[in-house]
């Protein structure tokens, strides 16, 4: 189960709130907001795959269900962090709309889709954003909105 929470972050791009929110937000999601998390059963080691089993093994994963956009929308990270539309089988920022529709956006700045993750891309988009106004934090360096020439005094 905990293996399907695996988010890509960019711990370069990513500041250490965003990343502990998304883990924490993934971690819930795992449990079925059902009390908590529940702890990883030890991994026993096994015999090799037969090739029935991995055939059977393919079989499966085309027939499970695949994410969509719509459930990727639905989705807690979607509102949050804009991952809002489906990639791969998994949700991941689509455009700079999925973006900017995010609390993310208007806290942090991340308001534009790069990578399939968002970022802050511009001055532009820290400009409006929570982090600018409270802390000065103005200027779009390498993803995150930063201090920078153009930061207030204060």
């Given at each position: 189960m905990f293996e399907r929470c695996a988010l890509r972050l960019a711990p370069s791009r990513r500041g250490l709130?965003?990343?502990?929110?998304?883990g924490f937000i993934a971690l819930c999601a795992a449990c079925g907001g059902k009390g908590g998390a529940q702890p990883p059963v030890a991994?026993?080691?096994?015999?090799?795959?037969?090739?029935?089993?991995?055939?059977?093994?393919?079989?499966?994963?085309?027939?499970?269900?695949?994410?969509t956009d719509e459930a990727c929308a639905?989705?807690?990270?979607?509102?949050?962090s804009g991952l809002c539309t489906a990639a791969r089988d998994e949700c991941v920022a689509g455009?700079?709309?999925?973006?900017r529709a995010s609390k993310q956006c208007t806290?942090?700045?991340?308001c534009s889709a790069v990578d399939e993750q968002c970022e802050a891309r511009t001055d532009a988009d820290c400009a409006d954003a929570d982090v600018c106004r409270r802390s000065g934090r103005c200027s779009a360096i390498e993803g995150i909105c930063s201090r920078g020439n153009d930061a207030p005094a204060g």
């Open positions: 709130l965003h990343g502990v929110a998304t991994a026993t080691p096994s015999a090799p795959m037969t090739s029935a089993e991995a055939e059977a093994d393919a079989r499966e994963d085309e027939m499970s269900p695949r994410r639905a989705e807690p990270l979607c509102g949050l455009s700079d709309e999925d973006c806290t942090d700045g991340a």
